[in-house]
């Protein structure tokens, strides 16, 4: 692609992606595809162009990972060092005969062996599986053996904790690799420990010729129903991790780049390690978890420019207040980014007020492995919308009622499926052992992603709800997000969940659960306050009919609220799978 739409990334601070249309336009995989090296002897290898590349060139000696551990001291890692260790670590799974194809799990914080260990797994062409670390035992054993996990590499405390009582039940387990405290030594019946492994493993290796479609990575994610998913995904896929990073999250080789997610979770692995490695910038990981003062103190210290978080962090800096952001120089910061969830209006409008510059919402979800709906650095962001499509994807909005035919929706702002064409690299490849299930989820070449949304007539999209979340009231569709975040506007609400309610007569009527700010308490009063001011934003059909007030809101860990558990909750039924619930 020869365009001016996409710039070098050399040429500064410049946005990458300059003209979305002409960008839009002119994209194809194949230019992509060349933004790349390739194996020196044929074939991709997400490993050699996140780490060996760039220790082979000019970034060698650049620091690729900048790792702050709880009490903020850092480390660092330069791409040559990460070069190193990861054939280390590749070399050690060589020697232990554990070979390509071979699932390799990881169970720790953000801690610099987690990363070691998916890269070095990579490189001997295994497949790299993360798991949360606040997962309890039955859901690591679930997952384990639905992912028929060979290597597990967790740390002496997490073992003791969560592992060793299902030990026994991982019949396909064959080495536990432990991380021991402060580096020391770890001596643990059926353990190997990773520091005495790692001393002895040889320096050099060479990647051997990886497929593009070799699988790399597996992710679980869940369903409405049934066992967790794993999401299979390629090598391939950094295609699309390289080129998001550059166009979407607009890294530049100077870049102080800030992804708070952990890699137990998709965007913890595409944004978390890959695609900054890829792009040469220099992330930072900080293992601590989510403290007001330390999250602008890092932004601050650490000179970050380019940070990706997530909507409940956002609302809980903007709940923590306006004052404590004045004592940080935050100069440095030049974009921000946001995914997981829905990002109401007004973290946009609050972002731009109190930073200088607004939270660019994207959408991607645990099966599409990289972002394929942003607002870019170049271009108007609409608060609440989560902008236009990546160059390279087809999205659209389909009608999705009848069985297995699905109908295009042209005209702009009518609520359908997100739907995107079935052709881009980080496409996962399937569910693991589960055929019917990924085939369910594709009709007439397009993927269907369970969400619903709108498409405006400037072509930016609109989230609603998932799919199996929608309320249905009086014959009309309405999307629970929409009614959260007019709730969240509300100066006394900190959270909102809303959810369904049956009815005999409308089919289902809205109900708000909200939990409140500090300095709020509930009363028949402020209720009825509520319920007017959303009656009076929302119109009648679509405010809640019914408030009711909670001390906080079940979350899954990685942040969502789980409107479905208000609903069995309210309906009285059996909660079902909690594994991802929040501990409160
Ligand atoms: P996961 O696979 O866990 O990453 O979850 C993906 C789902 O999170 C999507 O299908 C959406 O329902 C939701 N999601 C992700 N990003 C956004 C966003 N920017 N706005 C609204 N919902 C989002």
Redesign the pocket.
């Known amino acids: 692609m020869s365009s001016e739409a996409i710039k070098k990334m050399s040429l500064g601070p410049e946005p990458n992606l300059v003209d979305y249309d002409n960008a839009y336009r002119e994209f194809t995989w194949g230019w992509a595809r060349d933004q790349l090296d390739g194996l020196p002897g044929g074939g991709l290898n997400i490993a050699h162009e996140a780490v060996d590349r760039h220790a082979l060139g000019n970034r060698a000696k650049h620091v690729a990972m900048r790792f702050l551990n709880k009490n903020g001291e850092p480390t660092e890692h330069t791409f040559e060092d990460l070069r190193d260790k990861t054939n280390k670590f590749a070399n050690l799974l060589r020697a232990l005969g554990v070979v390509k194809g071979e699932r390799v799990f990881a169970l720790a914080g953000r801690i610099p062996e987690l990363y070691i260990a998916a890269l070095g797994t990579l490189k001997n062409q295994c497949v790299f599986c993360p798991l949360f670390s606040a997962f309890g035992p039955d859901p690591i054993k679930m997952r384990a053996n639905i992912g028929g996990a060979k290597v597990l590499l967790t740390t002496t405390q997490l073992y003791e904790r969560k592992v060793a009582q299902i030990r026994n039940s991982l019949p396909l387990l064959k080495h536990v690799l432990l991380i021991g405290e402060n580096g020391e030594k770890t001596n643990v019946p059926g353990t190997l420990d990773l520091y005495e492994l790692m001393e002895t493993a040889g320096l050099e290796f060479s990647i051997g010729t990886t497929d593009e479609e070799d699988v790399a990575l597996l992710?679980f994610?869940?369903g409405t129903t049934g066992i967790p998913k794993g999401a299979v995904h390629v090598h391939q896929a950094v295609i699309a991790h390289h080129v998001t990073g550059k166009l979407a999250l607009d890294l530049h080789p100077e870049d102080v780049f800030w992804c708070t997610a952990d890699p137990g979770?998709?965007?913890g692995t595409s944004y978390g390690i890959i695609a900054p490695l890829t792009n040469g910038v220099t992330s930072i990981i900080d293992e601590a978890e989510f403290d007001a003062e330390r999250w602008y103190r890092t932004l601050q210290d650490e000179k970050v420019s380019v940070w990706y978080t997530a909507?409940t962090a956002i609302r809980m800096l903007m709940k923590a207040g306006d004052e404590i952001i004045k004592k940080y120089d935050l100069s440095n910061l030049r974009f921000m980014a946001?995914?997981?969830?829905?990002?109401n209006p007004e973290a946009v409008v609050w972002s731009e007020k109190v930073f200088g510059i607004p939270f660019h919402?994207?959408?991607?979800?645990?099966?599409t492995g990289g972002i394929m709906?942003a607002n870019f650095a170049s271009m108007k962001v609409k608060p609440g919308s989560?902008g236009k499509p990546l160059p390279g994807i087809t999205a659209t909005i389909v009608r999705n009622d009848e069985d297995r035919i699905i109908e295009e929706i042209k005209e702009p702002n009518v609520q359908g499926e997100l739907a995107l064409r079935a052709d881009f690299p980080s496409l996962f490849r399937g569910y693991l052992n589960e055929p019917e299930r990924y085939n369910n989820c594709f009709r007439s070449g397009f993927y269907l992603?369970?969400?619903l949304a709108k498409r405006d007539a400037d072509g930016y999209y609109w989230?609603v709800?998932?799919k199996d979340d929608v309320i249905k009231t009086s014959g009309h569709l309405i999307g629970p997000?929409e009614v959260e975040s007019i709730l969240l506007e509300h100066k006394a609400v900190a959270e909102a969940g809303v959810i369904g309610k049956p009815d005999p007569i409308a089919m289902e009527v809205v109900k708000a659960f909200v939990s409140l700010k500090g300095g709020f308490e509930p009363s028949e009063e402020l209720r009825r306050e509520l319920l007017g001011h959303a009656r009076k934003r929302l119109g009648a059909v679509v405010a809640p009919k019914e408030i009711e007030f909670l001390p906080s809101l079940p979350r899954t860990r990685?942040g969502?609220i789980m409107r479905r558990l208000l609903k069995a909750r309210e309906l009285g039924l059996p909660e079902g799978d909690v594994s991802t619930l929040e501990a409160c």
Request: avoid cysteine.
């Open positions: 992710h994610t869940s979770w998709v965007t909507p946001s995914v997981g969830e829905p990002l919402d994207n959408w991607w979800q645990t099966e709906i989560m992603t369970g969400d989230f709800g998932r997000f990685s969502k």
